[in-house]
């Protein structure tokens, strides 16, 4: 795989100030879910405003698909059409009087004609679940919503990378839950992603890899259980582990669990616990939503009649309309998973390349020593 | 930052349907039953009867130019009457102001009733007077309530299109779109401050409400310019290269509202011309 986005020897100073970054080096493959894990003021900012060439480091380099940046007006312009920035506040970011043209205004500053600024605008709200808010002006969503449309404006601009500065920040946690598997979704499609975050519950459920910095400076850059299980470094960034690595430390000191098996989420921690899972193990059935309407997707769930889950904005949308109450909203492949450890089945409705990540989770959970579950395409 | 917290108490504030909370008007043309009208054609409707009404020597023209314009904001586009009262509050207390001055300082004709002199100067009602003052507040509800015919049936994006469509200069417009979007965003920023120094007791005597106040100003004027940064910042984070586009409106059938207008603006001459020959 190739790194899709490069720093070199980062150092960065506001006039006038200590640097806000100090020798920051470090390498992002395409296709990767990183967290920018620090306290407040660690330079998480700083950083991301790098990515795409707002700031200009005082020396070392930046490199975006193996190239280096180019501080003029035609380099910024290549590399901000490759990274979109979606930044903590929405309202700086929506200025546009009404959805459309606020999602419309990368795509009509990128110079495209008319044809591909009204289907990639209709293509951005429909993917992050707006379509039908066009015509409203901004000041009359609610803040997920707002959330929605500053992704939206990135997502019409086609970018590789996609980063986020503080994407959950003032949500409520159901909303904040919905924004970030709207983030999952674009990046089974295929963007990379970054966000930057102080919340490690957070950061540790999502990504594949943490970027731990405090005070401008990398402290590492590993994979999240590496990260969250190091007490110094959780020390040195002022940080605490999430609440299952916590209670698995000390699991682990009363010697009641093997050591050296952080687990990923709350279907390992049950597995660490159980043992292993006598009897009965339920199935995960997966159905993809493009391929049925209403009526045809209430026929299933009344067939399958056992739990249902749905992943994603446009299953989440069907259901709704369809007038299908679901047990999981979100969280919901470890939710079924422990269905299915209890012996129950579940029904996960959803579309796209989500279908792939419900396998993909579930192989992993076998890999690292878990149950098999039987996942069931329909 | 407290963005769900603007919202929210704009929220309640619209529930409670009063004039005053930012966004009643905004929420009026956007549900409007009138807003399929294309908005050029309110425009000129609202700017032509305005005018129609002003060049009228008598009041029986604005008159009917008022009472049809309210008949058509309450019962065409279907404004709650509460709310339509208390957005004419306004134009009558400056209206009446007007008039009373009106009434007693000018003169001429016959006088109808003369109240006391001061210093040789008479207070009193003539004709003249009485005709003028009564015209001049018939001009100013005329005009009042085409404005807000406008107002009521024309969420303000659609008129941003026809800025653009009347070739007003891009860079005025992309302000214009700028300030409309930011005028909430600020209102909701001084309802925060406001909250956070009533909260600990500002506003309390005078010489507080002064400071306060200041503080307010002050810091609003900086919240301003930071947030002008900001969207500077998120304007080139999307490549910015002088385009914004204008909100496009779907709109119905437009000949049929535009030989309406057209109709009512005729029957206004032809009353104006009447006036004059009679």
């Known amino acids: 795989m190739s790194d899709i986005l490069e720093f070199e020897n980062v150092t960065f100073a506001y006039a006038g100030r200590p640097p806000s970054l100090n020798d920051v080096s470090f390498k992002i493959e395409r296709g990767k879910k990183l967290a920018i894990v620090g306290p407040n003021g660690a330079g998480k900012t700083t950083l991301l405003l790098m990515c795409n060439g707002t700031l200009q480091p005082d020396s070392g380099e930046v490199r975006v698909n193996g190239e280096h940046i180019h501080y003029d007006k035609a380099g910024l312009r290549k590399v901000r059409s490759k990274v979109g920035l979606v930044f903590q506040n929405s309202d700086s970011q929506i200025f546009a009087p009404s959805v459309y043209t606020d999602v419309a205004f990368g795509p009509a500053n990128l110079h495209l004609d008319a044809a591909e600024i009204e289907s990639r605008v209709h293509d951005a709200i429909f993917a992050v679940g707006l379509s039908g808010y066009e015509k409203r002006p901004p000041h009359h969503l609610s803040g997920g919503e707002k959330k929605r449309v500053a992704i939206a404006g990135i997502l019409a601009m086609k970018p590789d990378i996609l980063v986020a500065d503080e994407p959950t920040a003032s949500l409520d946690p159901a909303t904040a839950a919905e924004i970030m598997d709207l983030l999952d979704e674009l990046h089974e499609d295929g963007t990379t992603i970054i966000l930057s975050t102080h919340d490690v519950e957070l950061a540790y459920s999502w990504a594949d890899e943490v970027l731990l910095l405090a005070g401008g400076k990398l402290l590492h850059h590993g994979t999240t259980e590496e990260v969250f299980t190091d007490d110094d470094l959780m020390l040195k960034a002022r940080l605490t582990a999430p609440a299952l690595l916590n209670l698995y430390t000390e699991l682990v000191k009363h010697e009641i669990l093997p050591d050296n098996r952080p687990p990923k989420g709350v279907p390992e921690m049950m597995q660490l616990i159980e043992g292993s899972f006598e009897g009965n193990i339920g199935t995960i059935y997966t159905a993809d939503t493009d391929k049925y309407d209403e009526e045809s997707l209430r026929a299933l769930v009344a067939e399958k009649n056992c739990n249902k889950g749905a992943m994603g904005t446009r299953s989440k949308k069907l259901c709704f309309t369809a007038g299908i109450s679901l047990d999981y909203t979100y969280g919901v492949i470890d939710k079924a998973m422990l269905a299915a450890l209890l012996g129950q089945d579940t029904l996960i409705l959803t579309c796209g390349g989500m279908l792939d990540r419900v396998a993909y989770r579930v192989k992993m959970f076998e890999e690292a020593g878990g149950t098999a579950i039987k996942v069931v395409r329909i | ?278």
């Open chain 2, 1 to 278: 930052m407290g963005g769900g917290f603007h919202l929210h108490l704009s929220k309640k504030k619209a529930e409670k349907q009063s004039i005053f909370s930012e966004d009643v008007l905004d929420d009026l043309a956007i549900s409007s039953p009138l807003r399929k009208v294309p908005a050029a054609q309110k425009l000129i409707l609202c700017i032509a009867a305005t005018v129609i009404a002003v060049l009228s020597p008598e009041i029986w023209l604005p008159a009917f130019v008022f009472v049809t314009m309210i008949f058509a904001s309450l019962y065409l586009a279907k404004v709650p009457l509460r709310i339509y009262l208390s957005l004419l509050t306004i134009p009558l207390a400056f209206g009446l102001t007007g008039a009373v001055v009106l009434l007693f300082v000018t003169g001429g004709g016959v006088t109808i009733c003369d109240f006391f002199t001061i210093a040789g100067f008479h207070i009193q009602i003539t004709d003249k007077s009485l005709h003028l003052a009564m015209l001049v507040l018939a001009r100013t509800f005329a005009g009042m309530c085409s404005l807000y015919f406008l107002t009521v049936t024309t969420p303000v994006t659609s008129l941003f299109k026809v800025l653009g469509d009347m070739h007003m200069p891009q860079e005025f417009i992309d302000l214009t779109m700028l300030i409309y979007r930011y005028i909430f965003v600020f209102i909701g920023e001084a309802i925060d401050i406001h909250n956070a120094q009533v909260m600990r007791g500002g506003y309390s005597t005078l010489k507080d409400w002064i400071s306060a106040f200041s503080m307010l100003t002050s810091m609003l004027f900086i919240r301003t310019w930071e947030k002008g940064e900001a969207i500077f910042l998120s304007m080139n984070s999307r490549c910015y290269d002088g385009i914004m586009l204008l909100p496009e409106e779907d709109t119905g059938k437009s000949a049929k509202y535009a030989a309406i207008i057209f109709a009512y603006l005729s029957l206004l001459v032809v009353i104006l011309a009447l006036e004059m020959i009679l």
